[in-house]
């Protein structure tokens, strides 16, 4: 019986550990300097914009921090950081962009998506919460998306993606 409970007890450390270095290999794949397009709302109700953008990403073991600027009609720019932490599985983080202020995210990967959920620190969009996607695509490109909900339809909308390449 105690061998049958350590042998179970080892199972699990040894799974816990895989989990761990597929997500330290998952996010060390996304180190690097990026740049692309994209578009973005500023609400679910305003037109599309083209922005270009440049993003730094730095990786480690347990993190993933995405500082970058994009800019839009060549008179507006914003910059854009979103600093992630792991732990076993979950994803938690803040992320720096919006004109709310500092969002709280917290999330999960599937695949090659980190989903996570945004808290807004004020109202946006009438309510406070939205969602990110950071995915890999390919081996040098990666997409970030943010979906909120309109308020006066109650569907989701895209109001910002990012298409990034490896430079």
């Known amino acids: 019986m105690k061998s049958t409970a350590a ?7 040894f799974c816990s550990t895989g989990a761990h270095a597929d997500e330290a290999a998952f996010l060390r794949s996304l180190q690097g300097k990026f740049s692309g397009k994209g578009t973005v709302r500023i609400r679910t109700n305003t037109p599309v914009m083209n922005i270009n953008c440049t993003f730094t990403s730095d990786a480690t073991a347990d993190s993933l ?32 962009g919006s004109r709310s202020g500092p969002a709280g995210l917290s999330g999960s990967r599937e695949g090659d998506a980190i989903n996570l959920d945004i808290h807004w620190a004020k109202i946006v969009n009438g309510d406070r ?13 990666m997409r970030m998306t943010v979906t909120d909900m309109d308020p006066a339809t109650g569907k989701m909308v895209v109001t910002s993606r990012i298409d990034l390449k490896r430079t």
């Open 7 to 13: 042998l179970l007890a080892a199972a699990c450390l």
């Open 65 to 96: 921090s995405l500082d970058g600027t994009c800019r839009a009609l060549l008179i507006m720019s914003r910059e854009i950081r979103a600093d992630l932490k792991v732990s076993g599985a979950s994803y938690t983080g803040t992320y720096i």
């Open 129 to 141: 919460d939205a969602e990110l996607t950071v995915e890999k695509v390919g081996p040098d490109n």
